[in-house]
Nanobody
């Protein structure tokens, strides 16, 4: 079993920065990809960024140039700069171990205008 725990959310003014962290623990043989998704009120969950086991990264167009994903062993980070009110959402960490998906409980990010 794999546990995924996010931290680092909060309230920030537009233009500010936050750093999210996500730690995966438990019976982990090989993490394939780690990533972040988000869900705003009344909207579907959307993909934000991912980083592979080879440290290849991809970003949604809406966050490209503002967000940076990185990882250290079984922890993934999301550095969010130049935050906008439309970035307000619950952010979820996703970890793929072999072919199994694991999700964290989510952390709230609120950006005030």
């Amino acid at each position: 079993q794999v546990q995924v725990v996010e931290s680092g959310g909060g309230l920030v003014q537009a233009g500010g920065s936050l750093r999210l962290s996500c730690a995966a623990s438990g019976t982990i043989f090989s993490i394939n990809t780690m990533g972040w998704y988000r869900q705003a009120p009344g909207k579907q969950r959307e993909w934000v960024a991912r980083i592979t086991s080879g440290d290849s990264t991809n970003y949604a167009d809406s966050v490209k140039g503002r967000f940076t994903i990185s990882r250290a062993k079984n922890t993934v980070y999301l550095q969010m700069n130049s935050l906008k009110p439309e970035d307000t959402a619950v952010y979820y960490c996703n970890v793929i171990v072999l072919v199994q998906n694991y999700w964290g409980q989510g952390t709230q990010v609120t950006v005030s205008s």
